[in-house]
């Protein structure tokens, strides 16, 4: 069976620090793969897709950046963390078929002080 | 372009009470639609699907059926408890090709004992 996995769970940076979420997929090949934000009390926020290794599409303009290195690994990442990025992210996947569900990860709640 | 929108919450319920969340979407198409399910603290969780008209889905006793003469996907349990407080969301997936899943804004769901 397919499995995501999200890390860390929890994190607590400062201002201007650099950031590193890491989400790996297991179970299964070429999968799309999604990145989102989520504010307190608040809807879902899609930040980045991939649909295959390399290929990321970015959907608002802002200071983070995805990464897809390998098949079944997705990265977001940032230089420098500012206090409106604090918040809950979460990775997904799907099949490479459209009109699919997408699977979430646990999530990692992301606080900046 | 394609949107889902839900009933605003919180909803809050007795328990044993019977549970209705609207939902409905604009798309061209035919779209594929889902319920997922946020507990505190986790990802979302697929909860059922539905991939064309008429069709019902179900899990954990909840139920919704594709409406496409009223581009409606409204969430429905008989008998809710007290474990079922969480967020609701509803979304859909365009079958136009596309990748992203788009999501309502989400309804919380408080049930007491």
């Known amino acids: 069976s397919q499995t995501i996995h999200q890390w860390p769970a929890t994190l607590v940076q400062p201002v201007g620090s650099p950031l590193s979420l890491e989400c790996t997929v297991e179970?299964?090949?070429?999968?799309?793969l999604y990145w989102y934000r989520q504010a307190a009390g608040r809807g879902l926020q899609l930040l980045f897709y991939?649909?295959?290794?390399?290929?990321i599409s970015s959907e608002v303009p802002q200071n983070l950046s995805a990464s897809r290195p390998q098949d079944r690994q997705f990265i977001l990442s940032s230089k420098k963390l500012l206090l409106s990025d604090s918040g809950f992210y979460l990775c997904?996947?799907?099949?490479?078929?459209?009109?699919?569900?997408?699977?979430f990860g646990d999530g990692t709640r992301l606080s900046i002080l | 372009g394609d949107s889902v929108t839900q009933m605003e919450g919180p909803v809050t319920l007795s328990e044993e009470a019977f549970l209705t969340i609207n939902c409905t979407y604009t798309a061209t198409g035919y779209p594929s639609l889902f319920w997922y399910v946020q507990y505190p603290g986790e990802g979302l969780q697929l909860l059922l699907k539905a991939t064309k008209a008429d069709d019902k889905g179900s899990n954990k006793g909840f139920e919704a059926t594709y409406r496409k003469e009223t581009t409606s996907f409204h969430l429905e349990k008989g008998s809710v408890q007290v474990s079922d407080s969480a967020v609701y969301f509803c979304a859909l997936s365009p079958n136009t090709g596309g990748f992203k899943t788009i999501f309502g804004a989400g309804t919380r769901l408080f049930v007491k004992a």
């Open positions: 179970g299964t090949s070429n999968p799309n």
């Open positions: 997904a996947w799907s099949e490479l078929d459209s009109n699919q569900p997408q699977h």
């Open positions: 991939s649909v295959g290794i390399g290929q």
